[in-house]
């Protein structure tokens, strides 16, 4: 989905990252730090952590990622 919102005129090669360096700080809080929720069946609260099951990978583009 994020491919989609790039505009047309400049294709992503090293501007992709502006679409997913925020995903990806995100799902890194996620999974290390977690997030108060609030679970309605049980009427509590929990920390929800997240994990990445699955990905569809472009290799070249790993370089422009890493921190």
Not at 13 to 36: F, T
Not at 49 to 65: E, K, Q, R
Request: hydrophobic share 45%; proline share 4%.
């Amino acid at each position: 989905m994020l491919s989609m919102t790039i505009s047309q005129p400049r294709q992503p090669e090293n501007d992709i990252d502006v679409y997913l360096k925020p995903l990806i700080n995100d799902l890194k809080m996620l999974w290390e730090i977690g997030v108060d929720v609030f679970d309605a069946y049980f009427e509590d609260n929990f920390c929800l952590h997240v994990m990445l099951f699955c990905t569809v990978n472009d290799f070249t583009t790993y370089g422009n990622l890493i921190d």
